[in-house]
């Protein structure tokens, strides 16, 4: 007689899962502790880099530059942070309209991943059509949840940003592409959510120097 035949289910190995979380956890620390030592910095750096002009006009225009790109910087912040919020009410709406649970969460989840760009509109439309595989019986009803969450999201891109922002702070889908993929290696999670403000900032100090102003131009879209 055969003997029996051993079956068994394998789990996730934890070591994996661990490596993978503490992967992220080790990015956001060091992000937010750089974060924390740059403000604790203050003005320090620009103050360095004003004594090492030779001349007084030079100082005047490093000191006129950096505070116009502080400022636009911070417009850019908030405008992009109003505009997420509106969108993930938005989503939050719509999700509710057709019954989906916790349309709190898919909002907050769709304006938060909206500061990621594209991989942002993927990782959400996947998510909820995910969930409205699971809640509705029919296909049709579980495909209006991504479709809700696309539709948004393109009306936001291609219309209400750029009407918010002009067309002073448009970069190239490429340099986001590039932006985001070497940051994300460098410097993961945080990586990928600094890696626009930081081709913001650099497109708004090549536009305004003499010098680098190509650079700025070929950043744009």
Known sequence: EAEPLRVQVEQPQLGSMLNITGSFLASASIMLVLLYFLLAAGDRFLEKLVTLMPTFKDRRRVV?????????????????????????????????????????????????????????????????????????????HAAAAPAIYVGLNALEANFITPAMLGRSIRLNPVMIVLAIVFWGWLWGVGGVLLSVPLLVALKIFFDHSRTLAPLGVFMEQ
């Open 64 to 140: 006129q530059l950096s505070r116009e790109v502080q400022c636009k910087m911070s417009d850019y912040l908030f405008t992009i942070t109003a505009i997420n919020f509106v969108l993930g009410v938005s989503i939050g709406v719509g999700m509710w309209l057709i019954e989906l649970p916790n349309p709190f969460l898919w909002g907050v989840v769709g304006g938060v991943l909206n500061f990621i760009p594209f991989a942002g509109l993927a990782i959400g439309a996947t998510l909820v059509f995910i969930e409205g595989l699971g809640t509705f019986h029919n296909l049709a």
